[in-house]
């Protein structure tokens, strides 16, 4: 288990590396409290995940671990849901926020990394010496990322790239970097499902 986690970060934040500098982007790993369907879900349900590290945003607000983080569907059926990270409820206070999920992993399952096109991704596809959650509870962090090609500087109108999975065949992650930040699931070959405890490491959108 603690291989496939240590991989799933690598993947997540592949070709990224950790530095404190201004204009990086930041993450936080969560965990689904809730399972969804896809075939029951409408737009506008909320979604729920918890925290899993601390991690203090660049206009001062510490979001802690254990930290309660509010979403909502934008878009279903029962091959695909749209979903985006709005509010962070911090010491009972709900707190505007701006998450896009960047990548997810399913525990407990033996299936490998996929991307687009279901090909599957190795170590190597990660810069070297990227563990940031490897021994324990990882500190509050900073990562600069290389924008895509097709992506504005002010983030309107990013078009939307493939996030990694792991645990769930069948299943590509089109990341959604641009004001709606509404990454959406899509499977390929029967009705989408994201479990409870389903880890989804999250990028915030500025």
Do not use: Y
């Not at 965990?31 to 369907?37: D, F, G, H, V």
């Not at 990322?145 to 996030?163: F, L, M, Q």
């Amino acid at each position: 288990m603690r291989g496939w986690f240590v991989l799933w970060v690598m993947l997540a934040l592949g070709g990224l590396q950790l530095v404190a500098a201004q204009g990086s982007k930041q993450f936080i790993q969560v965990e689904l409290l809730k399972t969804i369907k896809a075939k029951k879900a409408k737009v506008g349900d909320v979604v729920k995940a918890r925290s899993k590290q601390a991690v203090i945003l660049r206009d001062g607000v510490t979001i802690p671990a254990e930290t309660t983080l509010v979403g909502k569907v934008h878009a279903a059926d029962e091959k695909s849901l749209a979903i985006s990270f709005d509010q962070a409820e911090i010491q009972g206070k709900p707190t505007p926020v701006r998450l896009s999920i960047v990548s997810a992993m399913l525990p407990g399952e033996t299936s490998g990394p996929t991307r687009v096109g279901g090909e599957s991704s190795s170590v190597d596809d990660a810069t070297p010496g990227n563990r940031p959650m490897h021994g324990g509870v990882p500190r509050p962090k900073t990562v600069t990322e290389t924008a895509p090609e097709n992506s504005s500087a002010s983030g309107i109108g990013v078009a939307a790239h493939t996030g990694s999975i792991i645990g769930m065949p069948g299943v590509t992650l089109e990341v959604d970097d641009g004001p709606q930040h509404a990454s959406k699931f899509v499977s390929a070959d029967k009705e989408l499902q994201l479990k409870s405890g389903l880890q989804l490491m999250l990028a915030v959108v500025e």
